[in-house]
């Protein structure tokens, strides 16, 4: 099953770009984009660190509670992008005091019943740790032989 109002025969978005600010200036803007899009169960979500803490590119494991309920971070996913990405650290820290995912999530749970996702927390403007990371993403992705969501 697929998120979003897009018909059947629309292809699955490759990436969006969706606004991160409290629900009552973002959210309706979020929920739209989320909305027009055909969306699958696995996406990576990449969010930026405002608060500075953690590791440059900080992937979390484990689950992410939100009022609905537990999210599953994908496991198997994440830790090939740790593999193949050399500044990725596994790091809770960076996604502590972090809003950028966390808005995102309980909009992602309504549309996306089997949610699987991978929180990547970007604290750095270093374009070889992003380009690195660009890279990483893309070999995480073709090895996972799917086609998981980027927004």
Known sequence: MTGGQSPAGEPIAAALMVPHAGYIYSGRIASETYLASRLPTRLVILGPNHTGEGSPIAIMSGSWRTPLGDAEIDAPLAAAILDRCRDAR??????????????????????????????????????????????????????????????
Request: charged letters at 25%.
């Open 90 to 151: 596994e790091d809770d820290a960076a996604h502590r005091g972090e809003h950028s995912i966390e808005v995102q999530l309980p909009i992602l749970q309504r549309l996306v019943p089997d949610l699987r996702f991978v929180p990547i927390c970007v604290g750095t403007d270093r374009l070889p740790v992003l380009l690195d990371l660009g890279r990483a993403l893309a070999a995480a992705i073709a090895a996972a032989g799917d086609d998981p969501f980027w927004c």
